[in-house]
């Protein structure tokens, strides 16, 4: 067993035997969707969490062993590897730990250090270490030596005190001792830039802030490395709290080399290289280092919570294949229409103007009805964007007055269809229509199916993020493919309706093949069967062993292939359709007669009792949806503005995103209200993604309304009165708020649905606490 499957198999709690099996898999080619559904006798049913995480440990650690093979060559070929550092080296976990180890052996410019032993310098560092109890001066005076560079005793001195002062900087166990201290008792300070005061105004919260560095959240250290990097803040780590902060720091150094004041003649030297060792190398490094940790643990947690976020919407119940009539709302410019088909095909486009100026209400209403008469429509969707209610108010009055239609409205989160209109997949995909008019087409498309739909948008354009700009880009990219991915294989896809962009998340597709196969499907029809995957150009054994079982043929020739019966299996539901007496047809949806099979019964040497277990499940319901039924919130009637709302209100609504800080909820007003973690739930919330996830329907209570700055406190504690919910909190929420959110944070910027408002950064006047706290960190980018 190799340390790399060992360490990640302790991780996972797993065997080395499953670990192993999942790396061979990987290296193979195979998916993490295609070996958490289809190789569970492999790896012992691994899931897809389980194996992204050893994924991206497995690249770690393998970046972390061929860094190690090269850091041990380069010390073997200085002659200094010996047996001590080698054991030490092997052992290192981490690249931290590596390159601490690697320090004082890597090839660096010339130091002050380096000139002094050069100058033969060492042996006056070393004697002075080893015995305090002599005169500095006097040791000195027999290393003056001119022709090498060491004019007086001073210059004597000051060499051994840098040979010295870079010893103990490069002593990788005490870099990690300080270094563990520093994150401990560390406190981070921020302070306005002087003159910085009025265009840094929206970090005005942060101009006198102080925090434990480690306790320091995601969120709000994003919005002080930004105003940092916009050169409005200053960020200053210190050593601790009291008067002397850094005494501790320079105690453990001393101690690492003995060095301790007993009124010896060189004690007072080197302990002024001791504070200089501490100040100006070690202090210097580790603030960095410090200050990157947290910058890249609140990366971490920023990306987690976007793909959290991400995933929630992507998985948001569709609402299935019905002619839909889609609304991009707007005022002066009018309201984009269009129509789309149940397949998602454009049967229709058009502009109207019922809205200020032009006011054609009654115009804008027969024209709808025209278009949903001639094309069957069903539901109308519209964006959730400027002039959204007021669309909404039409789209009601036109089922008011043509109630034969059936039709039914929703509105839908719409962002991202900006986006999606003017990029090069919709000018290929509508190039006849408008790019304003492609919105329409999105929006009605996302509430049919809103994963085929999204999965043509940039994830990090649908916003549901916290300060996605701020963050690694490469590593937000990485993760949210990840993400799409398994959304897409989870839920599988119609192999004769796919666009390029959904195909392409397919298990073993790529862009190319996906646009083969889309147009193979234009030139020869509709796929029959999965085994015609072959016939398409490119398309060979290896993506179609990944990529079958999640590409679904409903009414095909193969009755298997509209169900996640992978090909390879198909044997064993023949055997079982055999041992039953039923042809395959029969067999698939006949509950009581699979519910009474023992699946060992049909296990073999390569199909095990998982794969038959998944197999029958899937012949119960073959093809079905993993996604929640469609629902939708109704806004209460009579509510439509700000200006409508009171305190004590119960109000339904979709959750529009998910914070670290507590959950914003579209009531149908125009703007989100903040449900603050403190009152999310009856009971202690560490982390909002417990509870509630986007597109999650919940009842909500109006705590407090302000109306100048465009703010809505809600609370989910329904049953407890609104004055005593908004200023008398409990005990246990108030902790709990003053954890989330300190005195002092800077201003986040909530991105939601285009053009729509969000909480502003000034203070809430009447607002109590943390939620004012809340609404103040609520603006990120």
Known sequence: MTPIIETISQELAARPAQVEAAVRLLDEGATVPFIARYRKEATGGLDDIQLRHLEERLGYLRELSERRTAVLKSIEE?????????TAIEAADTKQRLEDLYLPFKPKRRTKAQIAREAGLEPLADAMLADPSQSPEALAAGFVDAGKGVADVAAALEGARQILME?????????GRLRDHLWEQGILVSTVVAGKEQEGNKFSDYFDYREPIARVPSHRALALFRGRNQGVLNLELLAGEGEDPEAVCRGLVAARFGVRDQGRPGDGWLLETVRKAWRVKLFTRLDLELKGRLLESAEDEAIRVFGLNLKALLLAAPAGRLPTLGLDPGLRTGVKVAVVDATGKVAATDTIYPHVPKNQWDASIARLAQLARAHGVKLISIGNGTASRETDKLARDLIARHPELGLKSLVVNEAGASVYSASEFASKELPELDVSLRGA?????????PLAELVKIEPKAIGVGQYQHDVNQTRLARTLDAVVEDCVNAVGVDLNTASVPLLTQVSGLNRSL??????????????????KLMAVPRFGDKAFQQSAGFLRVPDGEEP???????????PVVRRIAEFTGKDVRGLIGDTATLRRLDPAAFTDERFGLPTVKDILAELEKPGRDPRPEFKTAQFKEGVETLKDLEPGMILEGTVTNVTNFGAFVDIGVHQDGLVHISVLSDRFVKDPHEVVKSGDLVKVKVLEVDLERKRIAL????????????????ETAERGARQSQPKNTAPEKARGGKERNRPSSAPASGMGGALADAFAKARKS
Do not use: C, M
């Open 514 to 531: 996906a646009e083969n196969i889309v147009a193979f499907r234009e030139a020869n029809g509709a796929f029959s069967s999965r085994k």
């Open 167 to 175: 010893r103990f900087a490069e002593d990788a166990e005490l870099a």
């Open 78 to 86: 200085q002659g200094k590897l010996t047996a001590e550092l080698q």
């Open 560 to 570: 298997l292939d509209a169900s996640a019966v992978h090909p390879e299996a198909y």
């Open 441 to 449: 087409v999105s929006i009605a498309r996302r509430l049919q199916d």
């Open 715 to 730: 609370s989910r504690r329904l049953d407890e009165p609104a004055e005593r919910t908004r200023s008398g909190r409990s």
